[in-house]
Each structure stands twice: as structure tokens, then as C-alpha cells.
């Protein structure tokens, strides 16, 4: 017969879940409160908690449990043509497929680059992290080296930084610098403070200029080092 497990053995179900990057703890507890998670077989419920060795199913799927395990986080550099999938119907290469394997658990992605852009992409194994990193409320800076074919004019760096209104909401660049160029091309640094889906482009393209050339340079305080080569990784620090 096995023993009754103590408090302090267990953990809300609604973290667990979030450590295993199935969602934020906030989105765990819909999850749960909609029926859809269950453990050892049981539909659970909101104040459930859990210890070692349970079965995690969410809407039929089993969750890998992270407990105990090392936070660890990697910077990988992004080449260009791979996508930032698990898998890929039309065979593409994904992001993961260049990451270090894991004994237990799984590596979360931390934000997305789109096929054509290069750059930082920061990995964790630990969803918490992944969560707080990727929250608006955790205040961290994107930034990106940008190429753009066109002129880029006082005015619109004054309205890029004031803000512009794109389909999805204003959006604006916190700071835009600009670099080096030839001819038609110029090259710029930019930072904003969200990750939205093409973001960096369509603030650009709001103003008719084409960004022919994107590379993510710096996620918060972790930078892109210049000697990682691209489709290479290193470990970072959980910060």
C-alpha cells in the first residue's frame, strides 16, 4: 500500500503544468476548470495537487513531467530557411532538429523568428520561465539589425516611435538607430518592446519602406555572441 503523500511532496497541478510549458498558470487553471486535464485517469479540478509519479493527460495528451530537473537556457542562433516548429509537413528544417537532447523534458521556445529572419532565439526547459520571459509584464527589450530598401526620413523615424496603427493595434519602435548603408540599402538597429507576428516589417512597411534583411541581435539581456555561428548553440544564463 503506498503511503500518503505530504504537502509538502505535492504541487498545485496548475504549476506543474506550467513548468512543463503546457501553459501559463493562469491559462492551466482554464484548462482545468474546462475539463480538459486529468490525473491518473480522474478529471481534475481546480485546487488538485500532485506528486511524483502521476499520469498528466491534457484533452488525451500526456504532459512530460519537468519536477526537480536544472533550469537550463540556450542561445541559438538562427539561421535562415529554418522554421520555428516541432515539425514541419512539408519536411522543412525546424529549429529544434540543431537543439542538445534531453533525458527528461523538452525545450520550450521563447518568442519565434520567422523563415527568413536570423538571429538570437532563446530556448529553456523549464515552461515557468519560458512564460515570464514571453510575458508583456516582464518589460523586455527585442532588438534587431535591420536592412531597409528606401529612405528612411526623419519624420518616419518620428512616427515609427511615436506609434502607428497596424491591424492588430498601435505599435511602435522604442528606438530606432540608424547605421550603415549603400546605395538603396540601409542598415539600422531598432528596439521594441513586444514579439508580435512580423512586427519589425509591417512597422516598416507602414511607412513604404521594405526590410529586406532581419537579425535579432538581443532577447532582455541576452545577446546574440558574435563568435556563434549560425545553426549553433551555447548555454546562457536564466535571466
Keep these: 500500500m503506498s503511503r500518503e503523500l505530504k504537502k509538502t511532496e505535492t504541487e498545485k497541478l496548475q504549476k506543474v503544468m506550467a513548468r512543463a510549458g503546457v501553459a501559463s498558470r493562469r491559462e492551466s487553471e482554464r484548462l482545468i476548470s474546462q475539463g480538459s486535464v486529468t490525473v491518473d485517469g480522474k478529471i481534475a479540478t481546480i485546487g488538485d495537487r500532485v506528486g511524483p509519479g502521476v499520469e498528466i493527460h491534457v484533452d488525451g495528451k500526456p504532459v512530460h513531467i519537468v519536477g526537480g530537473l536544472e533550469t537550463r537556457v540556450i542561445l541559438y542562433h538562427k539561421p535562415e530557411g529554418e522554421i520555428c516548429t516541432r515539425d514541419d509537413p512539408d519536411g522543412r528544417r525546424t529549429v529544434f532538429e540543431s537543439l542538445p537532447s534531453l533525458k527528461i523534458g523538452r525545450w520550450i521556445i521563447v518568442g519565434r523568428l520567422d523563415i527568413n529572419t536570423t538571429g538570437l532565439l532563446l530556448f529553456t526547459n ?107 548553440w551555447i548555454e546562457g544564463k536564466c535571466e
Design 126 to 232: 523549464n515552461g515557468e520561465v519560458a512564460n515570464t520571459l514571453m510575458h508583456p509584464s516582464s518589460n523586455l527589450e527585442r532588438e534587431y539589425q535591420v536592412r531597409i530598401l528606401g529612405e528612411i526620413t526623419p519624420a518616419i523615424i518620428a512616427r515609427l516611435t511615436k506609434g502607428v496603427m497596424l491591424d492588430d493595434g498601435m505599435a511602435s519602435f522604442k528606438k530606432i538607430e540608424v547605421m550603415r548603408g549603400q546605395g538603396a540599402n540601409k542598415w539600422c538597429k531598432v528596439v521594441l518592446m513586444e514579439g508580435r507576428n512580423r512586427e519589425v516589417k509591417r512597422l516598416f512597411e507602414s511607412q513604404g519602406l521594405q526590410v529586406n534583411k532581419l537579425k535579432r541581435t538581443r532577447f532582455g539581456k541576452q545577446y546574440l555572441p558574435k563568435s556563434l555561428s549560425p545553426g549553433h
